[in-house]
């Protein structure tokens, strides 16, 4: 069975790509960055393919992480 992405797929697609050129702007694989929020590579990888939405707590720690505000993740909404 074929499973059905979320309304919101649009939004969470593009606050992963922002994270996704964040990270590659600091020379940060998805391993290294979920190691420095404490968590796995491959919830970085769902987070920037917009397959899941993270909590403003996770994105307030991969923004710290990157060295952005919160609000440069949601650029593009």
Aim: a positive charge; proline letters at 0%; charged letters at 25%.
């Amino acid at each position: 069975m074929k499973r059905r992405k979320s309304k919101h797929y649009k939004i969470y697609k593009i606050i992963g790509n922002n994270i996704k050129i964040k990270r590659l702007e600091m020379k940060l694989s998805q391993e290294e960055l979920g190691f420095l929020v404490s968590s796995t590579r491959n919830y970085v990888g769902c987070i920037e393919r917009g397959e899941k939405a993270a909590s403003t707590a996770f994105l307030y720690d991969i923004s710290r992480v990157l060295n952005c505000s919160l609000q440069n993740l949601f650029v593009g909404l």
